[in-house]
């Protein structure tokens, strides 16, 4: 059984930087990755970006990666999102999740309770 616990949310002002953790417990396959989705409220759950479990290859959202970096330590459980001038348009509740690889939406399979970030002023 995998289970994941998000940790680091919080409030900043816009320009600020913050980083979330993802904490994983139990094994997942080679062929999966691991990921970041966010809900903003009252829209739909988004795509943010996932590192994949075999190789460590990042693919982050194109109209974030400019700002949001994904990384993980060496023993694969941590995995982490470093978050650069934030704004308010960022947001949302950010979600840890693990499923196949390319991960998106339909793909993931596990999911954390979510971690609330708040950018205002």
């Known amino acids: 059984q995998v289970q994941l616990v998000e940790s680091g949310g919080g409030s900043v002002q816009p320009g600020a930087s913050l980083r979330l953790s993802c904490e994983r417990s139990g094994r997942i396959l080679s062929s999966w990755a691991m990921g970041w989705f966010r809900q903003a409220p009252g829209k739909e759950r988004e795509f943010v970006g996932y590192?994949?479990?075999?190789?460590?290859?990042?693919v982050v959202a194109n109209s974030l990666k400019d700002r949001f970096t994904i990384s993980r330590d060496g023993a694969k459980t941590r995995m982490s999102l470093q978050m650069d001038n934030l704004r308010p348009e960022d947001t949302a509740v950010y979600y840890c999740?693990?499923?196949?690889?390319?991960?998106?939406?339909?793909?993931?399979?596990?999911w954390g309770q979510g971690t609330q970030v708040t950018v205002s002023s």
């Open positions: 999740a693990a499923g196949f690889a390319p991960l998106e939406l339909s793909r993931a399979r596990y």
């Open positions: 590192i994949r479990e075999s190789s460590g290859v990042t």
